[in-house]
């Protein structure tokens, strides 16, 4: 395995583009003629030593790099305001005119790449992992596919379009989604189902659309999957996203282990919070309210303020990770605030050229924020130690490695949550609500998973199917004391929220393995702070040049889901909360 410096803060301040060694200083995308002669001139050149090899990759790298960062900043534009069509129509022209014409080409380089006799030259600790994703790959490509990719890609966009222009109006004035979930925070309770009904019955008014959306994607990826020889779309999606370490049956075991082991602990947190809250039932807009009554947490003001805020908090633990935030300011690498026409959620998009990513948020001013921010604040400080890789691909490990990073800092950085909270009461709060949120994560990550699965083994269900199995895998894992009395019409639509299901179809289950191993990331912190964090960089720091497994490894960790791991990092939350 090539084994890597320890990172530099220089690394981290560094603003400029490394230089190109293939493509012209000066090249930007502007349409196909433009970059096909780069991709003709990989496919012809001739390759007669293992070194040229090594150059024919790195050249390759740099091309692919170059086109990735260009699409980055066509989907970032987009998000940030969806409501401009010239932005929708950079990203479809991209989406439409390129990419289209690259897959060809991708599949003929990774041929030509295969069939090399110099490839036995390459050193296998260093290429083992990339040369397996590259097979896999070449396995699965099927030339009918590619105009199926784009017309997905086209209708995933309209998920977010519609998402973004939701809007509901409380006290007179309108609110985004974002804005109008702070009141489910408010005591008031009359507040809080005022504004849950309304948040339930604006989204109601897509729900029709979104199915319809959603029964669509579902026969495109089906064919997918059909076209490259596979039974359904889960068994074709294992091998693209790379999953070479589980099988489907290791998240069906994972799904009973949450089953058995979390969602009884959940329950109690129902249970105990109906008695705090006085309530002779919990209904569903009674759940993230803080069960004290106190008014919910204000742990900033404005997006800047959750920067500048974020920055200390990463300055205190490392200078290295505060020096990655304030490099992103002062590229103008970040978009924090919710607002009418934003898309929903949040993200952090690696720029496989320059390095430094872009982070994208929809902040108002919760303790939610502040966890997000965190979260895609660790996927950053991941770009930025993978940022000196020579491959694009060893830039991008797999989510089940890319979530460890953002999960891991989410804990970690708690020690230094004083800066958000400087009341010691409302530092508890802070710190017991997000903890709790954390083994809430493995309930929720089943549901969806184990609703993915069903759906993808059951492509042509009805959409009555469809809801009837969602509120039977829902009520298996969640909300098992709340009463539902009255709300029976919006329980089917609730999985609508999910924008992975839309997006990035079986991008999720990834999420619970690795709040695991963040668990115990945190665990080894609390013991030794020092090794503990330099255990954590050193793992991120080898991107995807490692399997999973010794990726885990290197950060002191194991890459395990079985029921007894779970019940004992379970336990060790449980234990901290107590400690409050």
Known sequence: MMQLAEPTAESATDTSRPPRHFLPENFVVTDWTAIEPFFQELQHRPIYTPAELERWLLDRSELESVLSEDLAWRYIRMTCDTQDPTRAEAFQYFVNEVEPQVAPYDHALNEKMLASEHLAGLDERRYGVFLRSVRRASEIYRAENIPLKTEISTKQQQYAATVGAMNVTLDGRERTLPQAADRLKNPDRTVRETAWRAIQA???????????????????????????????????????????????????NFHQAIRETVVPLIDDFDLERRQDLNLPALRPWDLDVDPSGQPPLQPFGTGEELLEKTITVFQNLDSYLGDCLRTMRQMGHLDLESRKGKAPGGYNYPLDETGVPFIFMNATSSLRDVVTMLHEGGHAVHSFLTRGL???????????????????????????????????????????????????????????????????????????????????????????????????????????????????????????????GAIAVWRNYRQNPAEGLAAYKRALALGYTAPIGQIYAAAGIRFDFSTEYLRTLADFVREEMAAL
Request: hydrophobic share 40%; proline share 6%; glycine share 2%.
């Open 202 to 252: 604006r989204r109601l008014q897509d729900a029709k659309p979104l199915d319809e959306l959603f029964t669509e994607l579902i026969a495109l990826r089906n064919q997918v999957a059909l076209n490259a020889g596979f039974a359904n779309f889960r068994d074709y999606m294992f091998a693209a996203l790379g999953r070479f370490d589980y099988t489907p049956q290791d998240c069906f």
């Open 390 to 516: 020579p491959l694009g691909a060893d830039k991008h490990p797999p989510s089940e490695v890319a979530e460890l990073a953002s999960m891991s800092m989410e804990l970690m950085s708690m020690d230094q949550w004083h800066v958000f909270f400087p009341d010691a009461e409302d530092l508890r709060r802070a710190k017991k609500t997000h903890l709790e949120s954390v083994l809430e994560t493995f309930p929720w990550v089943a549901t969806i998973d184990k609703f993915q699965h069903w759906v993808y083994e059951n492509p042509t269900h009805t959409e009555t199917e469809r809801h009837a199995r969602w509120v039977q895998i829902f009520d298996e894992f969640n909300q098992r004391t709340v009463d539902w009395t009255g709300l029976e019409a919006f329980k089917p639509y609730l999985w609508q929220k999910q924008l992975h299901l839309y997006e990035v179809p079986f991008y999720y289950i990834e999420y619970a393995m690795a709040q695991l």
